[in-house]
């Protein structure tokens, strides 16, 4: 079967969302007329052409996500700059720079343990993990807290439906997510930015909520490293450093989780991280940003624009002191 390759792939030729669905369009048609597969229950985050995935392959029948947020009308930022433009400390702290220092990163094989206070812990083969729930499309606006943002279409599935697999106990009230520290292949991890591994955390019903995915994808195809490969955590209605990269293990636990952020800087980055323009970061307003892409500012949005949905989380809380 004929099927491009991300390699094959000019990056010049998938800068904008209209390339890109054409280009999807025209790998599905290709994939429709030469596959054996007609199944539409394949969903696997590797193609035919081997088993071990690699990163940027084309994901196999991605779903139109269902309606978990109404859509957004603001153009996706280019495959370019959502490649080339990353934190990722582990590698670099320049953002520039961290595409180039990951392209090495093997991602399998790779194991993510879920554990703690569950009823059914499990290590999970990546590749078995990404099949547990079928591949969406979720295109989500990501703000960092350093101004800028970007609008992302991710390939995911919700954490919820992970969850359903280890069964919660009934004293898991937070979620703790580790990801890989391997002095190997991060060359940044000698250096002391931040503790490692790099360490996240929700309270179990962020961790819930059907907005809270799991992303093994981007723009159609396998995350490059510098994203997270193989899977990373996306909560949008939070600044960008809660979306853990290249995730580990998985722990449900009773207490608040240590975060690597608010280790490093506790007045400036607290554990809910909520996008909130009214709360500025001690060193800068937060009540605009840069999208990458566009000259002058936006507004940034409470909640990141997800307000409608996620606001009901925190009635009731001070989230000037809950930053
Ligand atoms: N393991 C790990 N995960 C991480 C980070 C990191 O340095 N290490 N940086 C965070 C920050 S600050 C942001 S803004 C997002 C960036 O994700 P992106 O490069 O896919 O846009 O990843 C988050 N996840
Ligand atoms: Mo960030």
Not at 246 to 254: D, G, N, Q
Request: with cysteine; net charge neutral; aromatic share 12%.
């Amino acid at each position: 079967m004929l099927i491009k390759k991300a390699d094959d792939i000019k990056s010049s030729e998938i800068t904008d969302k209209s390339l890109y669905l054409n280009r999807r369009l025209f790998i599905r048609g290709a994939t429709l007329a030469g596959s054996a597969v007609a199944t539409g229950f394949i969903y696997r985050y590797f193609t035919s052409h081997g088993e071990v995935a690699q990163s940027g392959e084309k994901i196999a029948d991605v779903q139109e996500a269902p309606p978990a947020a109404p859509p957004i009308n603001e153009k996706s930022t280019p495959y370019e700059d959502i490649t080339h433009y990353n934190n990722f400390y582990e590698f670099s702290t320049d953002k520039l720079e961290v595409a180039n220092k990951a392209r090495r990163f093997v991602t399998r094989p790779w194991t993510v343990t879920v554990e703690g206070l569950v009823q059914k812990a499990r290590t999970f083969d990546i590749d078995d993990l990404l099949k547990i729930s079928p591949p969406e499309e979720r295109i989500y606006r990501h703000r960092c807290v350093e101004r800028w943002s970007m609008v992302i279409p991710w390939v995911g599935f919700p954490l919820a439906k992970l969850l359903d697999q280890v069964q919660p106990l009934s004293q898991a009230k937070f979620i703790a997510f580790e990801t890989l520290a391997d002095r190997k292949q991060m060359p940044n991890l000698g250096s002391d930015v931040l503790d490692w591994p790099y360490v996240e955390g929700l309270r179990l019903d962020e961790a819930l909520h059907p907005l809270t995915i799991l992303a093994g994808g981007l723009y159609g195809e396998t995350l490059p490293p510098q994203n997270g490969a193989p899977l990373r955590l996306v909560v949008p209605w939070k600044y960008g450093f809660k979306g853990a990269k290249s995730i580990v293990r998985i722990r449900l636990v009773e207490d608040q989780p240590p975060t690597s952020w608010n280790i490093a800087g506790p007045r400036e980055y607290g554990f809910y991280s909520n996008v909130n323009p009214n709360r500025d970061h001690p060193r800068w307003s937060q009540k605009s940003e840069r999208r990458i892409g566009e000259f002058g500012l936006r507004d940034t949005l409470i909640f990141n624009g997800y307000g409608d949905q996620v606001a009901q989380l925190y009635s009731g809380m001070d989230l000037i002191k809950n930053y």
